[in-house]
Structures are given as structure tokens and as C-alpha cells.
């Protein structure tokens, strides 16, 4: 097929060239002297991502799955007591790991068509008198439905009632697409993935480690050894890895965190908004229904859309393969009964409303009825109006 793919699932991303091109290269001596300034460079734009000062940033070659075992077994020991929120399949397999490693999960089933209520936080700590909970799991942005969770509501209710649990939080497909304050709402750790938000290709997991789960790795005796943070931010304070890092990856992030950086991170949140909104006026016109219920929980980076109930969302993304563009599965309970568009990373207006055009021409090849050019007028007329300024507002 000519042109190229658009690969509109929510992660793997679209890789920007100048990423790309400065992964192009040899591969360096990653004892060499090039590296310490490679990754302090990487370390302090790491750090204004997360929005933390003096967060410790650990890399970990893998992906977000790796970064959560990595968060799990150094701050948590096998038969701790950890809290989580089912509200989508990646919550559940936050979960999942934490038990696979040992730790007594306490999963509490939600809706998974919202995110995590803090009241419902302030009611499960508050129960627990005895500080049995040793950490919070929490998803910032569910990736299978398209919600985002409020984490500075779920901080204040943990300070309401003074718990002292860790808040470790996977922002995997929200970091560098969604703003996310690690110090201002007191998160503990916060993990996430290269391919994402941060528009590298697969291949690289990262902590952010906050002073509390930074003394909690000094004490915990969980088995680890490759995902021990404490050599790894060791070495890296000097520049350095105990293992052989991902180096191309590493050129990448830096060239990756420069774009962010020059474009500012306030506009690369104020351009997920508008994008993310084109794509939301775009569905009842195709009279379909976001998945998420509540406007305030719409995620900018991407948007689950349900198929009618006679319909297979699968058929749906064959459909679009077929015209060369990947959107996003239905997972787990999920599946056929949503697909999902990834609105994030290196995207602009024209490739958002060719993705939808994508996407009408896919309903219709499956007998979804809809009127073409509705759903892509719709989001057209709101960007027009979004360039000459107007505010961003979510739908009603
Ligand atoms: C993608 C994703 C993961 C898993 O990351 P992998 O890089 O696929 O291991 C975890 N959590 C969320 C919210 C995700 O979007």
C-alpha cells in the first residue's frame, strides 16, 4: 500500500522523524564517556514531565509491564496489603502483578465506564484503621476504556483520612500526553513505557520515586535483581547503568523530551485537549456512544467507542486495516464490544481527521450506518473554531 500506515491505537504511537533519525546511528560505548550527559539530559526532562524536582528517575530496558514489577517489588514485601481499582484491564493487571508477586490485593470491582471515585478511596482507607494497606494502586489514564482518573481527588482523600499508603500510580499512556504533577499530588511512584506518550518505539520502562517509596526500597526484602532500583539509580546518579542499556532508545528519549520541551509542555497538553475533543464531536455523529459516561473523565489520549450491540468491534478494525490504518482492540471483557482511537503522542489536526475519515469509511464497510463526512465535519467545525481560539470544552 502507498502513503504511509496510520497507526491510531492508543500505544505503540507514531515515532516523529527527528526520533527516529537520532536513533539512527551507531551504537555507542555505553561505558563511554558520552553517556553521563545523555543521561543527566534525559533525567532533568524526565523530571519536568512527571512535574517532579528532585523525583528519582530509574530506566528499566522493557516496557510498562517492567515498570510495574519494578514498582511493586521494591516497595512492597510478598503479603503486604495493597488496595486497587478494577475500572479496566490495565488496572486489573496492575493488580494481577502485584499478586503475582506475592502481595494481598483487596481489588475493588468498579464501572469500568468511569474512573476511580476519590470517595470511594476516602471510604476503603477510612475502614481500615489499622494502616494495613501498605500502597494504592491506581491507574492515571485506563487505556482500555478511555478514562482518566483524578489523582490529586484520590490524594486529598488519602490525606483526609492521614493513611499512610503508598500512592504508586501507572501513567503509562497519559505521561508526556497529560499533565501529571508527581510532587504537587504527593504520588509516591509513578511508572510508565517509552512507546507512548513519549513517542519512542517499545522497548523501555521508567520509574519516578518519590522520598517515601525511596526509603521503603531500602527496607522491603522482596527477591529482586535486574528490577532493584537502587544499583540502577546508583549508577545513573554518575551517568551510568549496572546493565547494558537500551542506547538507541536513549537518543531517542533525549530527542523525544527536546521536542516536548520546545513545543512546552502546556501546549502539548492544550493540543491533546483539542485534538481529543475533534475526535469526541466526531461520535454521535456516527450515532455511536463513547464509552466513558462522565465528560470529566474523558482521556485526551485516546477514545473508546461502542459498536452497536449487534455489531463486532473487530470487524471494525479489520475494516481499517484494510485502508491501512491500526485502531485500538476492545481488551479483555471489552472485546467487540468497543475499538478504540489513540489520540496521542506526535499527532496533528490533518492526521485526526484523516484517522476519522478512516474510521466512517470502516463503519460503513460494516453496515454501521452512518452519513459520511458527518463525524469528520463535526470535529472539523470544532477545530475551526479551536484555532481561532476558542476555549476547549468538553462536549456535552
Ligand atoms: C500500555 C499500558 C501498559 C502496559 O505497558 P506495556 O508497555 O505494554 O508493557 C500498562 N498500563 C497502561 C495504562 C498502559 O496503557
Not at 471510604?123 to 500502597?135: C, F, I, Q, W
Not at 452519513?371 to 476547549?392: D, I, K, S, T, W
Amino acid at each position: 500500500m502507498s502513503g504511509r500506515h496510520f497507526l491510531q491505537i492508543p500505544g505503540p504511537t507514531n515515532v516523529p522523524e527527528r526520533v527516529r533519525l537520532a536513533m539512527d546511528r551507531a551504537v555507542p560505548d555505553h561505558r563511554g564517556p558520552e553517556l553521563p550527559d545523555l543521561t543527566r539530559e534525559i533525567v532533568s526532562g524526565l523530571r519536568r514531565v512527571f512535574g517532579s524536582e528532585r523525583g528519582e528517575i530509574a530506566l528499566f530496558p522493557g516496557s510498562g509491564t517492567a515498570a510495574w514489577e519494578a514498582t511493586l517489588v521494591n516497595t512492597l514485601n510478598p503479603g503486604d496489603r495493597v488496595l486497587s481499582f478494577n475500572i479496566g484491564q490495565f488496572s486489573h493487571l496492575f493488580a494481577e502483578c502485584a499478586r503475582r508477586m506475592g502481595m494481598v490485593v483487596d481489588e475493588v470491582e468498579l464501572e469500568w465506564s468511569g474512573g476511580v471515585p476519590a470517595s470511594e478511596v476516602e471510604d476503603r482507607l477510612r475502614s481500615d484503621d489499622g494502616h494495613e494497606y501498605r500502597a494504592l494502586l491506581v491507574v492515571h489514564n485506563e487505556t482500555s476504556t478511555g478514562v482518566t482518573s483524578d489523582i490529586a481527588a484520590i490524594r486529598r482523600a488519602i490525606d483526609a483520612v492521614s493513611h499512610p499508603a503508598l500512592l504508586l500510580v501507572d501513567t503509562v499512556s497519559g505521561l508526556g500526553s497529560l499533565d501529571f504533577r508527581f510532587d504537587e499530588w504527593g504520588v509516591d511512584v509513578a511508572l510508565t513505557g517509552s512507546q507512548k506518550g513519549l513517542m519512542l518505539p517499545p522497548g523501555m520502562g521508567m520509574v519516578c520515586i518519590g522520598e517515601r517509596a525511596l526509603r521503603r526500597s531500602e527496607e522491603v526484602t522482596t527477591a529482586r535483581y535486574f528490577l532493584d532500583w537502587r544499583p540502577v539509580l546508583n549508577q545513573m546518579h554518575a551517568g551510568y547503568f549496572p546493565y547494558t542499556p537500551a542506547t538507541l532508545h536513549l537518543f531517542g528519549l533525549r530527542e523525544a523530551l527536546r521536542m516536548l520541551q520546545e513545543e512546552g509542555l502546556e501546549q502539548v497538553f492544550a493540543r491533546h485537549a483539542r485534538l481529543a475533543e475533534a475526535v469526541r464531536r466526531a461520535v454521535p455523529h456516527w450515532g455511536l456512544n463513547i464509552f466513558c459516561r462522565n465528560p470529566s473523565e474523558y482521556s485526551n489520549t485516546l477514545t473508546a467507542v461502542q459498536v452497536p450491540a449487534d455489531a463486532d468491534s473487530d470487524e471494525v478494525l479489520r475494516a481499517a486495516e484494510q485502508i491501512n490504518l491500526s485502531l485500538g482492540t476492545g481488551l479483555g471483557r471489552l472485546k467487540g464490544r468497543i475499538f478504540r482511537i489513540g489520540h496521542l503522542g506526535a499527532l496533528n489536526e490533518l492526521e485526526v481527521l484523516a484517522t476519522l475519515g478512516g474510521v466512517e469509511l470502516a463503519l460503513h464497510h460494516c453496515g454501521i450506518p452512518i452519513q459520511f463526512g458527518r463525524g469528520v465535519g463535526a470535529a472539523q467545525e470544532f477545530l475551526a473554531a479551536a484555532v481561532r481560539g476558542a476555549p476547549v470544552l468538553a462536549a456535552d
